[in-house]
T-cell receptor, first 110, second 112 residues
């Protein structure tokens, strides 16, 4: 089983739709979780950290499910500008190694 | 007001050459990273330095040698370049180790 797995997609959704991505991780000792966004031929940019209690930033909601070992990202009211690849990052505290998933591609169409 | 900068942005070179990529961050962060993103877009950490000390050295050929002259700089030197080294190399920095980091714009390396 890969350390961090994501459905590569693409997720093809109309503007205004709600879309959710999951990211599963294999190491139960993982402590830190993040979502990044990467546009084509650009660098990854931190979207949000994922906290145990869940957190929201505008249209974006991130959640952590430790029992099932996955994190999720929910995007409400999708915009064309949300089209990008979304990468999850999992860190197993003691090792300091941030492990990236392969990313989920989102395409929002008019 | 660039946070993490890398030079050069593009690097095209022949097999067997030696090349360096420079990285600087002005965020005051203690940790810096080098990542490699291959043609399949898989992003993998190569090295990480915390306060100029190497803390992560993933399975990377020893042709790759990082150097951190100070906290704000982490350079990557590559000897005897091979075709398989062609990729985008990203530098990043963060205040704490292992948090992914803020990324530079990347250096697109093409080995011919």
């Amino acid at each position: 089983r890969k350390e961090v797995e994501q459905d590569p997609g693409p997720f093809n959704v109309p503007e205004g739709a709600t879309v959710a991505f999951n990211c599963t991780y294999s190491n139960s000792a993982s402590q830190s979780f993040f979502w990044y966004r990467q546009d084509c031929r650009k660098e990854p940019k931190l979207l949000m950290s994922v906290y145990s209690s869940g957190n929201e930033d505008g249209r974006f909601t991130a959640q952590l499910n430790r029992a099932s070992q996955y994190i999720s990202l929910l995007i409400r009211d999708s915009k064309l500008s949300d089209s990008a690849t979304y990468l999850c990052v999992v860190n197993t505290g003691g090792s300091y190694i941030p492990t990236f998933g392969r990313g989920t591609s989102l395409i929002v169409h008019p | 007001d660039t946070a993490v900068s890398q030079t050069p942005k593009y690097l095209v070179t022949q097999m067997g050459n030696d090349k360096s990529i420079k990285c600087e961050q002005n965020l005051g962060h203690d940790t810096m990273y080098w990542y490699k993103q291959d043609s399949k877009k898989f992003l993998k950490i190569m090295f990480s330095y915390n306060n100029k000390e190497l803390i992560i050295n993933e399975t990377v050929p020893n042709r790759f040698s990082p150097k951190s002259p100070d906290k704000a700089h982490l350079n990557l030197h590559i000897n005897s370049l091979e075709l398989g080294d062609s990729a985008v190399y990203f530098c990043a920095s963060s205040q704490d180790p292992g948090t992914g980091g803020f990324f530079g714009p990347g250096t697109r390396l093409t080995v011919l």
